[in-house]
């Protein structure tokens, strides 16, 4: 019996049917065979035959006792049993049919599944109810239908898999670390592209609209609002309130935050755009070669805040001419310009707080002038015992104290910024090509064809700190912020050293090692400019060799911003450039006489 149902692969109500007219059948004969044991049709007489065809009619459909002309009433004992029947007469259907449902059949040619009964006499309800719940008990074991889909799921996660090492170079940024080279599956590939997508281009897109259990949140208390009409006042403060203390609780900013410019600024995806150049008023008709936003004009007078977000933007370059614009990112109406006939303007710098510049050439003088009294004053450098040929780079301390020329033979000339008359002389080892003042104007730094760092108190002129830049090469540029010393060099890489630490004056101005804490690699020729914005978070690198060779880093994490510039971002060659006093703008000087002016939109009040 468990052979005959392991082997039954469907069951079907016909089935039924046929298992039950073949267990009479087989009872029928088994009869027969007692009475007589030559079982062959041509020796069958006509009272069997009738008998036989009677029953198949009743049980497979082919009729009834009166279609074949029998008459189970009439005395059997009183025909001749040596009559023959002619069985070709009869039609084949009423002596069987054919199943084709697809049941398997046994060896001994039963119906799989079929309840075979004994030689003993049973009713023939018994037999019935007997194989119907043996039917039932099948179906219960048998699944009637296998999915073929889920049985491949685990031999399909097994071949769908995704290498990480042999596809695009962007597909190696899911690596947990530098030596995965085992494949993947697409469950954890499609999770790792989530956290990628979450860590990069996420955190400055607003994505809150998407947050379902939020929305659920709200929902429920819109429709708690609704069931409790009577008491409507109550529910809108508490609704307010709790929706204040959610944004509070979900939100790690400060609690005194009053604009974006408190909020963390993203590392990769930077908010910017273009409004129109800054010299748009007047362009330059050569290369701007110096742009600077004044430190406080645009402010109020107690420097608290700005008060029109309309700093003043001064430009100067090749065609010896000096600009003044206002800046509102549309019209930035010029406000003054001068010209000065003798020298093509090198170098030009606000003169601290004050209302004065310095412009100086690749002449042995240079101008000071004056834009509140409109005095133009002009200084050679016999007035103060030098036999410079050229003053075209200096730079001016954040107070306005103190100027620094860069001189031959690795000298840096200091004025004092108010009498203009001269202080005393630096010396370093090698030229100097770059120096820049400390964010509180107590130092300076200078650095050169040596490629040591050198630091110099400004009152005492004393050497304090000497390390060698881990570049090796040529020093080209120097910025300094309240935190951070960048060092940028011909070779391009751009070397982030830590600044917080104080400088004693017992120090002596031995070789020292300083590690820097990210060396940056982005740019392929000299780092000619690199200028820090107001709070130090945003490091701007360029240079002047290269076309759109400029590059924005976030200064917390050292990572340099994916989004801008891109290649269709208009730069050229950049030959100057600086942020505003409340880094809301960014301003690049090009060749081509125009100020490239960008709105950084997460400097802006809400």
Same mark, same amino acid.
């Given at each position: ?13 016909l089935?039924s ?17 007692k009475?007589?044991?030559?079982p062959?049709?041509? /020796?069958?007489t006509t009272e ?18 009166s ?17 023959d029947?002619?069985?070709n007469q ?20 039963? &119906? ?9 006499? &049973? ?5 019935e ?7 039932q008990?099948?179906s219960m074991? #048998?699944a009637?239908?296998?999915?073929e889909?889920?049985?491949?799921d ?5 071949k769908?898999k ?11 940024k899911?690596?947990?670390y ?8 697409m469950?954890e590939?499609?999770?790792? *592209?989530r956290e ?14 998407a947050? #379902?259990a ?14 409790d ?15 204040s203390?959610n944004?509070? *609780?979900?939100?790690n ?8 410019s ?17 010299n748009?008023a ?5 290369c701007?070669?110096a ?21 003043l ?5 090749m065609?010896k001419?000096l600009?003044?614009f206002?800046?509102?990112g ?6 003054h ?10 170098? &030009?710098s606000f003169?601290g707080?004050?209302?004065?510049? @310095?412009?100086?050439?690749r ?15 002009r ?6 015992g030098?036999?410079e ?10 107070d306005?104290r @103190?100027?620094?020329?860069i001189?031959? /033979?690795?000298?840096?000339?200091l004025?004092d910024?108010?009498?203009?008359r001269w202080?005393?002389d ?7 090509r770059?120096?820049t ?5 107590e ?7 040596d490629?040591?760092?050198y ?6 002129r ?11 090469t ?5 910025? @300094? ?7 940028g060099?011909e070779s391009?890489?751009?070397n ?13 101005a031995?070789q020292?090692?300083r590690?820097?804490?990210?060396s940056v690699?982005n740019?392929?020729t ?5 200028k ?7 490091l701007?690198?360029?240079?002047r ?5 400029l590059?924005?880093?976030? #200064?917390p ?13 208009p730069?050229?060659y950049?030959w100057?450039l600086d942020?505003?006093p ?7 000087g ?5 100020? *490239? *002016?960008?709105q950084l939109?997460?400097f802006?009040? /809400?």
């Amino acid at each position: 019996m468990a052979k005959q149902k392991k082997s039954q692969t469907n069951i079907s109500p016909l089935n039924s049917s046929v298992d039950k007219a073949a267990t009479i059948k087989k009872k029928a004969v088994t009869k027969t065979k007692k009475k007589d044991e030559t079982p062959r049709r041509g /020796d069958m007489t006509t009272e069997k035959l009738a008998e036989e065809a009677a029953l198949t009619a009743l049980l497979f459909g082919g009729g009834t006792s009166s279609d074949v002309n029998v008459d189970m009433d009439v005395n059997r004992s009183s025909r001749d049993k040596s009559q023959d029947v002619d069985t070709n007469q009869i039609p084949d259907e009423m002596l069987f049919t054919i199943d084709r449902s697809g049941v398997e059949v046994d060896e001994e040619g039963v &119906a799989g599944g079929a309840w075979q009964d004994d030689d003993e006499d &049973a009713s023939e309800e018994e037999n019935e109810s007997s194989g119907e719940e043996e039917q039932q008990a099948v179906s219960m074991a #048998v699944a009637a239908w296998q999915d073929e889909d889920e049985d491949s799921d685990d031999e399909d996660e097994s071949k769908n898999k995704v290498s990480l090492v042999g596809g695009a170079n962007r597909i190696k940024k899911l690596r947990r670390y530098r030596d995965e080279k085992d494949p993947i599956s697409m469950k954890e590939y499609e999770l790792r *592209l989530r956290e990628r997508f979450v860590n990069t281009a996420s955190v400055a897109a607003r994505t809150d609209w998407a947050d #379902v259990a939020n929305a659920t949140e709200e929902g429920d208390r819109k429709k708690m609002k609704i069931s409790d009409s009577d008491d409507s006042d109550q529910s809108d403060e508490e609704d307010e309130q709790y929706s204040s203390v959610n944004r509070i *609780l979900q939100s790690n900013a400060s609690l005194f935050a009053t604009s974006s410019s408190s909020l963390p600024l993203p590392p990769t995806i930077l908010d910017i755009y273009r409004a129109k150049d800054g010299n748009i008023a007047d362009p330059s008709k050569s290369c701007v070669n110096a742009l600077q936003f004044h430190p406080t004009a645009g402010k109020d007078y107690d420097g608290s805040k700005e008060s029109s977000d309309r700093p003043l933007l001064m430009t100067a370059g090749m065609d010896k001419m000096l600009r003044f614009f206002r800046i509102d990112g549309e019209t930035n109406e010029k406000v003054h310009g001068l010209h000065f006939d003798e020298m093509p303007i090198m170098c &030009a710098s606000f003169l601290g707080n004050t209302g004065s510049v @310095v412009m100086s050439g690749r002449r042995p003088f240079f101008y000071v002038y004056d834009a509140a009294s409109g005095n133009v004053e002009r200084y050679h450098v016999k007035d103060f015992g030098s036999r410079e040929r050229s003053l075209e780079n200096f730079t001016v301390s954040p107070d306005g104290r @103190v100027i620094a020329f860069i001189g031959n /033979d690795g000298y840096i000339i200091l004025l004092d910024g108010m009498s203009r008359r001269w202080i005393g002389d630096l010396k370093m080892n090698g030229s100097v090509r770059a120096i820049t003042f400390s964010s509180d104007g107590e130092y300076i730094m200078g650095s050169g064809s040596d490629g040591d760092v050198y630091k110099w108190h400004v009152k005492s002129r004393r050497c304090v700190e000497r390390f060698h830049n881990e570049d090796g090469t040529i020093t080209s540029s120097l910025a @300094v912020s309240k935190d951070m010393l960048a060092v940028g060099a011909e070779s391009g890489v751009v070397n982030l050293y830590d600044d917080r630490r104080s400088t004693s004056f017992s120090r002596s101005a031995s070789q020292m090692e300083r590690t820097p804490i990210k060396s940056v690699m982005n740019l392929s020729t000299s780092a000619d400019l690199v200028k820090f914005n107001g709070d130090g978070k945003i490091l701007a690198m360029s240079t002047r060799r290269e076309k759109n060779g400029l590059k924005l880093l976030h #200064v917390p994490t050292a990572t340099v911003f994916s989004n801008w510039p891109t290649s269709k971002t208009p730069l050229k060659y950049v030959w100057s450039l600086d942020f505003s006093p409340g880094s809301k703008y960014l301003c690049a000087g090009t060749d081509h006489g125009q100020c *490239l *002016l960008y709105q950084l939109k997460h400097f802006w009040n /809400d």
